[in-house]
């Protein structure tokens, strides 16, 4: 769960409202399948009753016929008898591997299906024809159909017998012809008992299915409700959580933001003012220290702005990095110039001996900019010994380490080290160092932004702390993908 | 006789203004930067008045007025508080029970205003409730 906890709020975010709208998505696809399966379901039952209806129809005129010897009876049974045979049609069709839609389409409208069921009766078909109701109710289907043949050939007997009769009028004719049909009207009376049984078959076996994907499509629908209120109810916990710390964080960023400004302000206002009100003697030697101190004020106060405004840039993604060959040797050296003065003050040795020349691919300023925050924080901390920096190439990536001889970090504050403004929040005024507490990360993030990373890579109370830069070796696949990648950003 | 004032201030600009401005109107100072060695000093030198930071390092100056609120001499002296903190800042919570003489913003009081302060103080009978 640690990548969980390392995300952004906006990750976050992006991950629970593609969850919600993957649900909403299945819960949609859901409502519409299930929609589908009931009208098919609906359609095939009002089908059989179509069915049904017309092969008893077929039936009583086949009987009528055998004994009215009406050749109209006939016709009758024969017309009804398309029903049946339409859905059979359309049945066979479908049982092909390719079948076509056209010869399924009218076979269906044949059977009396609404030509707007037609589409629901085809799906059901072919996507659930395994599924074990749909599966039983096709067996009835295949069944009846092979009694409606049995049915045509007792019927074809039958208008055989009665067309060779035609024209004679004598009664022992008729009478010889009646008993011939006999057995052929018990054999009718037989299929329709059959038939009915398969017909009742097929009605109960899909409403069975229709009453259990009713209750399977009830659950998934509690279940998706019961999961979407938990996520909305996990969210609106968390954001009330989040407002709150964040209140918290502004209001104490805010307090300490304004803290550090009021004070190289306090020695501008203060020391002109005296100036002014002629505290210090007008001979430039006597001027000489307050005048620096009130430079040395303005350009603290203006580093403090210029982090500020960094901050800004870099959370609405406005940050325009100038990515170029960097020689990191040079870098340092640059670096450990400028900031020797402020180390001797405090006897501190700053050693750097490398002679090698390194490479790497990152924005000059930006790399200078976390050199001088790495190395002001282990000036600021360290009150004896030494300051050590070295350079380290680990494949496609090259590592400066600087390690100090100075206070270290409470374990219980490493954690809190690269926060945004959780460590200006730790700035309790026991462990009171000045500044926003907003360098590290600002340098972590301006790193990461280079494909490299800053970190903690040891530290002791009493001892020291270590900290390592990582920054991608030039001209590496690695830099040239970054490389790629930013040149598309700020297109 | 001048009088010693203990000045606690970690910012080595400021220490420097309100020293040179203190000396200029007569008072001896005496400067530590941190917390710790701010009460060792005034427990030690026993100054007329203490000018005290809050943000302090090594000790906080809440913890330091407290400490000293304890010490029999300790809990009858001056102490001006000087900060940038405003008075509702949490790092200020209960600063009243400790009873400073006075409390400063700095920057929103210019270096006379202290030196007023300090004459105020130093020259009534003030007198912290026990």
Redesign the interface.
């Known amino acids: 769960m640690k990548w969980l906890r390392d995300l952004s709020v906006r990750s976050k975010f992006s991950i629970i409202i593609s969850l919600i709208l993957l649900i909403l998505l299945f819960g949609l696809i859901n409502f519409w399948i299930g929609l589908k399966i009931m009208s098919a379901i609906r359609a095939y039952v009002g089908g059989e009753g179509l069915w049904s209806k017309a092969q008893k129809e077929a039936t009583n005129n086949l009987l009528k016929y055998s004994i009215s010897f009406n050749e109209s009876d006939y016709k009758n049974y024969l017309t009804f008898l398309q029903v049946p045979l339409g859905d059979k049609q359309a049945r066979l069709e479908l049982n092909k591997e390719n079948p076509n839609i056209e010869i399924v389409r009218t076979g269906f409208i044949k059977g009396g299906n609404h030509s707007e069921d037609v589409d629901d009766l085809i799906f059901l078909y072919r996507w659930f024809r395994n599924v074990s109701y749909m599966d039983i109710a096709i067996k009835d289907w295949t069944q009846g159909d092979v009694e409606i043949e049995e049915l045509v050939g007792v019927g074809e007997k039958i208008h055989a017998i009665v067309r060779s009769s035609v024209g004679g009028n004598e009664p022992i004719l008729q009478a010889t012809k009646s008993s011939e049909l006999v057995p052929l009207i018990d054999e009718i009376y037989r299929i329709d008992k059959r038939l009915t049984v398969l017909e009742n078959h097929f009605s109960a076996t899909l409403s069975e299915g229709a009453r259990r994907i009713r209750d399977i499509l009830f659950a998934i629908t509690v279940a998706m409700t019961i999961i979407l209120g938990s996520i909305v109810l996990v969210i609106a916990i968390y954001i009330g959580k989040i407002s709150v710390r964040v209140d918290k964080i502004k209001s104490?960023f805010v307090?300490r933001v304004?803290?550090e400004l009021?004070?190289?302000?306090?020695?501008i206002?203060?020391?002109t003012?005296?100036i002014l009100?002629g505290?210090?003697s007008f001979r430039q030697e006597r001027l000489n220290?307050?005048l620096q101190?009130i430079k040395?004020?303005s350009l603290h106060l203006l580093d403090l702005v210029n982090d500020l405004l960094e901050i800004s840039r870099m959370q609405s993604g406005k940050l325009k990095l100038n990515l170029g060959e960097v020689n990191m040797r040079q870098a340092i050296e640059r670096n450990v110039q400028i900031m020797q003065s402020l180390a001797q003050k405090k006897d501190i040795k700053i050693v750097f001996s490398s002679k090698e020349d390194f490479f790497v691919l990152a924005d000059l300023e930006k790399v200078e900019q976390i050199l001088y925050n790495l190395l002001g924080n282990a000036i600021k901390f360290t009150s004896k010994g030494k300051i050590e920096i070295t350079m380290l190439q680990k494949g496609d990536k090259l590592l400066t380490i600087v390690r100090d001889t100075g206070e270290g970090i409470a374990k219980n504050e490493r954690k809190r080290l690269f926060g945004r403004f959780e460590q200006t929040a730790i700035g309790?005024?026991?462990?009171?160092?000045?500044g926003l507490g907003l360098g590290l990360y600002l340098s972590r993030a301006l790193a990461r932004k280079m494909g490299g990373d800053v970190w903690l890579e040891s530290s002791e109370v009493g001892l020291g702390s270590t900290f390592a830069f990582e920054l991608l070796m030039a001209k590496t696949t690695e830099a040239k993908k970054l490389q790629k990648k930013l040149a598309k950003e700020f297109v | 006789m001048t009088k010693i004032l203990l000045l606690i201030e970690?910012?080595k600009?400021?220490s420097?203004?309100y020293e040179?401005?203190l000396s200029?109107h007569g008072y001896t100072i005496e400067v530590t930067d941190n917390g710790e060695d701010g009460l060792e000093a005034a427990l030690r030198d026993r100054p007329a008045l203490i000018l005290l930071d809050?943000?302090?390092?090594?000790?906080?100056?809440?913890?330091l007025m407290h400490k000293l609120r304890q010490d029999q001499w300790g809990k009858t002296v001056p102490i001006i508080i000087l900060t940038?903190?405003?008075t509702d800042?949490?790092?200020l919570k209960g600063v009243v029970e400790d009873q400073p003489a006075f409390y400063l913003?700095?920057?929103n009081n210019?270096?006379?205003t202290v030196v007023e302060k300090i004459k105020e103080i130093l020259g009534s009978t003030f007198q912290p409730k026990s």
């Open positions: 104490e307090s304004s803290h009021r004070t190289p302000l306090t020695a206002i203060g020391i003012s005296m009100k505290e210090y220290q307050p101190d040395s004020s309790n005024s026991s462990s009171h160092h000045g | 970690d910012d600009v400021l420097r203004m040179k401005l200029n809050i943000g302090l390092p090594k000790m906080d100056g809440m913890t940038n903190y405003d800042d949490e790092r913003i700095k920057s210019p270096p006379e």
